[in-house]
């Protein structure tokens, strides 16, 4: 297809300035290859920002995206990125009542300690020792899986021998994960915990045989080849601004306030049209990276779109005067707080919050978990706040699909937040209304977010933060070398729909720039 007159061409143009099209443009750039960026919002960063979300409030939070687990340090190296990400100190907390009196399970801090947790809640040292089975598996698993995430896609049969441990592959790619779930553990509450990470985002019971509960617990677990989840220091936005800075200075094109509306393509070249506020033109590219959902593709190239997976989770962000105390005596809120603190997550609790979610129904009792980004990087808050005391917690809802939400969101969502913080309250030594922050209208400094909403903000098809449902990190008849192709040979998906796709990563963006510097060698 020839570009007319008034066509620049480029090398590649890509759809989508969140964090994998910012990777792709600045690997192919720093390749010596010509790259526009074309960007809707009037800013980089889609889902992966830092915002001041409250008016007049000196924090600025990770809006959509909290915690860092996937990105390989390779993509940070390869870049040169000014990124850093702290450990947290403490893995999890999960508070419970027993005996009528208030308890929990408090997860790191050291292998003593979290020992002697799991003694005081169970009892004994069968479900620790248990714990440390499970998880050396799983860390087994995420050693040798998790490198190859940014190497051609490896067949099933070459993963499997490079995981080299049948029981493994069988709990966690053969058979739903509440069989190994339930075969390693008898408490209800640690079953739930250990769950939590095959569910969020993803709305489906331990036993759902299309296993994608599996994928999800894999991509959860895997992460920097330990499964350990980090706290991205500056707040999400801080990777966002390190991936643009760092396409720029490469050389890309980053054009923001540019809405791509057609692409068209013989296979060979290909044009990108898109509307700004002055008016619509036309981009010419040898290659088109879409970092968007392989619906908004089909869209853009005027085909048919394939069905989409709903989201499933409520997003909400807080800022706090100061940590709410908890019942539970025997925990600081500083250390209850600084891991995932779970909220109605026992197994069975869980499964009932799904059925109750599967026949139509908002969950009686919201399942939930919560972190406290400022208390292991005090950077996202403003001097002031900080000395002051203040706090932010983001919240992440399980088992809420869209489908919820479509007779009332702005209702529905009120009725959901007062429940879901209603199941936090029980937990609380004092109600979280007393320890909220107010802006500078004086109204509590809280947001939620429900699937609907991120469709509209981000273009999430359903609200869906993967996009569609995760892939399994091997090759598929249709999945191509890289896991980015589409049936268009010169278009590739580098966003959270490609094959190893899903969460802040990096991975669809590295390996899309890969298939087009192989294809252009």
Known sequence: ?????????????????????????????????????????????????????????????????????????????????????????????????????????????GEQATRQAFARLTGGEREYTAWQRFYGMTAHVAERVFPTLTEPLPTRDELRRR???????????????????????????????????ALIGTFADAHDPTLVQNRCFLYHVIGGGTGAWDVPVGGMGALTDALAAAARSAGAVLATGHEAVRIATDGHTAEVAYRTADGEGVAAARHV??????????????EPAPEAAEGAQLKVNMLLTRLPALRDPAVDPREAFAGTFHIAEGYRQLATAHAQAAAGELPAVPPSEIYCHSLTDPTILGPDLAERGYQTLTLFGLHTPARLFDRDNDAVREELLKSTLAQLDAHLAEPLA????????????????????????????????????????????????????????????????????????????????????????
């Open 1 to 109: 297809m020839a570009a007319n007159e008034h066509t620049r061409t480029y090398d590649a143009v890509i759809v989508g300035g969140g964090h994998n099209g910012l990777v792709a443009a600045a690997y192919l750039a720093r390749a010596g290859r010509s790259v526009l960026v074309l960007e809707r919002l009037d800013h980089t960063g889609g889902a992966a920002v830092s915002t001041r979300p409250f008016a007049g409030v000196d924090a600025r939070l990770s809006r959509y995206s909290y915690l860092v687990s996937l990105l390989p340090q390779k993509i940070v190296r390869d870049l040169g990125l000014d990124f850093r990400i702290r450990a947290r100190t403490i893995s999890s907390y999960t508070p419970a009542e027993r005996d009528g009196r208030p308890t929990g399970l408090l997860v790191g801090g």
């Open 163 to 197: 995981i080299d441990d049948e029981s493994a592959w069988r709990a966690l790619f053969e058979e739903p994960i509440g069989v190994a779930v339930e075969a390693a553990f008898d408490d209800d509450l640690v079953r739930g915990v250990v769950l939590t990470d």
């Open 289 to 302: 990276l879409v970092n968007a959902s392989p619906q908004e593709l089909a869209a853009l190239a005027g």
């Open 434 to 521: 007393d320890c909220l922050a107010t802006d500078a209208d004086g109204r509590p400094c809280i947001e939620a977010k429900t699937p609907l909403d991120l469709e509209r903000d981000l273009r999430l098809p359903g609200g869906n933060i993967f996009h569609r449902a995760l892939s399994w990190p091997y090759a598929q008849p249709d999945t191509g070398r890289w896991g980015v192709e589409t049936r268009h040979p010169n278009v590739l998906l580098c966003g959270a729909g490609a094959v190893r796709g899903g969460g802040v990563s990096g991975v669809p963006g590295h390996n899309a720039a890969m298939a087009v510097l192989e294809a252009t060698a």
